[in-house]
Antibody, heavy 118, light 107 residues
Framework: QVQLVESGGGVVQPGRSLRLSCAAS????????MHWVRQPPGKGLEWVAF????????QHVDSVMGRFTISRDNSKNTLYLQMNSLRTEDTAVYFC???????????WGQGTMVTVSS | DIQMTQSPSSLSASVGDRVIITCRAS??????LAWYQQKLGKVPKLLIYEASTLQSGVPSRFSGSGSGTDFTLTISSLQPEDVATYFC?????????FGQGTTVEIK
């Protein structure tokens, strides 16, 4: 079945780095645009980043620009989010999501929790 | 960037009531509007896309309408299992902004 499984979350101190991974299965990963979406505890959803099917086009929300980088390895059916210079306000559940260009988010991972705290 | 504004932020209604949630975009997004349902502690689920197309498996009591800047999500007869937070989202381009959410409770 179509599935996205995130990993890599955890507790990290402010200023440190973390890399999230998302393993895709059950669909043609290399043909699909992918996103990261986050949700701080008790709050709403925030789109974080997008990468095109072939990795040539990436976009990030302003609040993470220059700190976070989305990437993918189509040979491994895996999506990544490299998070540097983490801040307490980055604390959230991070979801990996399938979302081709001009198509809604139809497949979501279960999420991985990132806690930034000293 | 285009802003998405939902109203109300929360509502309480009785089982069987008709519930309407609105979403307004700060600029024209045509019909690139989706609605998601998120139950407590669960992953968001796509309900409606293209403003009015029901995702497969979604009960027919859910419906969507609108185009351009003004959109609505309607639950024709509220059921206990509909208790959740509902989010609208534009997806014509990035950033794929979400509305702030509407929490629906049973009175």
């Amino acid at each position: 079945q179509v599935q996205l499984v995130e990993s890599g979350g955890g507790v990290v101190q402010p200023g440190r780095s973390l890399r999230l991974s998302c393993a895709a299965s059950g669909f043609t990963f290399s043909s699909s645009g992918m996103h990261w979406v986050r949700q701080p505890p008790g709050k709403g959803l925030e789109w974080v980043a997008f990468i095109s099917f072939d990795g040539t086009n990436t976009q990030h929300v302003d609040s993470v620009m220059g700190r976070f980088t989305i990437s993918r390895d189509n040979s491994k059916n895996t999506l990544y989010l490299q998070m540097n210079s983490l801040r307490t306000e980055d604390t959230a559940v991070y979801f990996c999501v399938r979302g081709p260009v001009r198509w809604p988010f139809d497949v979501w991972g279960q999420g991985t929790m990132v806690t930034v705290s000293s | 960037d285009i802003q998405m504004t939902q109203s109300p932020s929360s509502l309480s209604a009785s089982v069987g009531d008709r519930v309407i949630i609105t979403c307004r975009a700060s600029q024209d997004i045509s019909n690139y509007l989706a609605w998601y349902q998120q139950k407590l502690g669960k992953v968001p689920k796509l309900l409606i896309y293209e403003a009015s197309t029901l995702q497969s498996g979604v009960p027919s009591r859910f419906s969507g309408s609108g185009s351009g800047t003004d959109f609505t999500l309607t639950i024709s007869s509220l059921q206990p299992e509909d208790v959740a937070t509902y989010f609208c989202q534009k997806y014509n381009n990035s950033p794929r902004t979400f509305g702030q959410g509407t929490t629906v409770e049973i009175k």
